[in-house]
């Protein structure tokens, strides 16, 4: 009995190995590895946060003083205006802006992209250190806190949400999907008949689009959450589910069989996923995240749901997106009509 | 098993004058582990049976999967009623493949499975209702393919390619996995439809089967063509004995 048991589990690990499920075994901790490496370190950059100062605000001289000189604490941009900093807020490039309150109210707003968020504890307890440190006190140099992105903690995940299920369904389900028809040589039967390539690979791209639609309507039918603007909205999820279910419709003509299509799946799930999610959390990987077709997604889907940011602004987004979708379905295109692992 | 005349199925051609169907020119196909198929030159008549044989890797598959589409060749041509094959949508209609293993969607029903590639081909349903009954599938038309057994996926199989009624007909080893009763049924399915004036090209490993089948006989071994011509002259010659003796 026990011979069969090794004898057998022995076989289901070389079948793991030819359909190459191990290799999510080695590329998962391999990725968060490599996740865990960009991540900000404590101790280096995470506690040097870029602090946005208005160039014409008459900031209390000790304040500034005490800003400037924390140097371990943070790096201090000047910008002209207050819209320019709020610009560059949203664009990541400053993490806090500093505003003299109006009326003449004492201590300083913070506008800050998100109130609930690691980032913007960490500069009101720098400060209230600083503070603490310079007046022997720490209670009034920050007497507000405004946020950008307005909604709550269910508002503000939502994008992830929207990129997980965009990416599940292209990743995940279109793949296989697609890889399962080339295994079973229904594609084949399929092209033995009047029916043209371009037909298939479009059919295909409708499934992955209305899969997507549902699931976004259904999330936002269940938790009943603002869409913001709506046609930047509409826009987006349109052009975000025609570039992934390209994407993974190209996936799937990469793949022989279905579990071979699952595998890859992952392979480029997760790495789309968790790069452009997390990238609110770390500055590097804010960095390495924009080379990835998920993350103008993301940030778009997160500009209009959260600062209800118009399709106009978010046009070079859109633009990309589109035209990666229409890359990887002419590439799906070419491997149709090479049969390209189709026997 | 009898089946339902199935000619009642197929247009009749015979009367016809005969004519080159299909032209293959120098058609090479080359894998990267084994030959696949050498340079071939071809001409079969419309009207023909001819059996494909010879032992496992010897090109023949490989030849009807490049005939039926599946396979891009890598260099030469074939020509269909002087239609290129390139041309996929102008052949489709004038070539069928019933590949080995019946490529059907195994989660939908017999029904559902006819309905769609009529749809596609554009037919009538009440064709479906003539493959039925010709194939004796009546009984079956509501049940899931996946529960059928292979012999009666092989005849769903057969059904659909006979929905368009295409002129030329390929199989590919249409007798294998199926029992005595099942593979006699298929080979009186072949002579019908060879009566009634298709052009049939089918793969078989077995020679002895097909001795009193095939008009024409061709042989393949390691991706070349070693014979072509009568069975008479093939079961007389040296290469059958070299071959499976």
Redesign the interface.
Known sequence: MIKNIIILTLNDLAISFKNKSIFLILFIPFFVYVSLMLVDEAGVDIQKTRIGLIQSEPYAPVILDAVQSADTLFTVLWVPNEEEGKKQLKEKKIDGLLLRPEKEKPGLVLVVLKKESVLSLFIVEGFSALQRAVEGHDMNWISDIQPLQEGGIQQQTLPTWVLMLALLVSFIIMPAQIAEEKE???L?????????EIEWLTAKLFLGMILIFIAVLFLHLMGGFDVGNALAYFAFIGVGSFCFSSYGIFLGFLCRNQASARTLGVIFYLPHLLPSALSDFSQKLSTVAPFLPSYPFFESVKSILLDHTGITALFSAWIYLFFVGLLTFFMAYRLMK??WL?? | MTLTNPVKVITVLSGKEKFMQIKLQQLTKTYKEKRGLLPMDLEVEEGELIALIGHNGAGKSTLLKLLAGWLIPDKGQVFVDGVNLKNRLAVVRKIGFVPETPNLFDFFTVGYNLRLFARLFQIPFQRIEEILKAFNLLAFRNNKVQVLSKGLKQRVSIGRTLLADPPVLLFDEPTSGIDFDMTKEIYRLLTEFHRAGKTIIFTSHRPEEIKTLATRIIVLHQGDMVFDGSPQTYFQSEIHEKLYQ
């Open positions: 079973k040589k229904i084949l039967a399929l092209l033995q008949t009047p029916m043209r090479k049969r189709m026997q």
